[in-house]
């Protein structure tokens, strides 16, 4: 990353950041969307670095996902049962356009 512009692309690598958290970092920071890394200082680098590790991205955000979807299929909701099924889960149309949610709801069955 040392060259990368720091655009809201950079920010938006780490899972769970999207394009309105990472102009709320940068408009906070008071970064430009062009800036590259390397003309950041390192008391910047380190209050972004610090701001970042306070915000439930990365394992932390796919752990809870995950635990959300167990916690569903556990007590055995219809939201539980579709992804346990991987089936669309919110009431998307199943008799054509199916793939995507079967690739994206997987899940790992015991064998």
Do not use: C, W
């Not at 939201?79 to 998307?92: E, F, I, N, S």
């Amino acid at each position: 990353f040392t060259n990368a512009p720091l655009a809201q692309k950079t920010l938006q690598t780490f899972y769970g950041v999207g394009p309105t958290l990472s102009r709320q970092i940068m408009a906070r920071f008071n970064l430009h969307k062009t800036m590259k890394l390397s003309e950041l200082q390192n008391q910047q680098v380190l209050d972004l670095n610090a701001y970042l590790s306070t915000l439930k991205i990365e394992n932390d955000l796919r752990r809870t996902m995950r635990e959300n979807i167990a916690r569903l299929r556990e007590i055995g909701s219809y939201r539980g049962r579709r992804h346990a099924m991987g089936l669309p889960v919110r009431g998307q149309n199943t008799k054509s356009q199916i793939q995507t949610s079967r690739r994206l709801n997987r899940v790992e069955r015991k064998a």
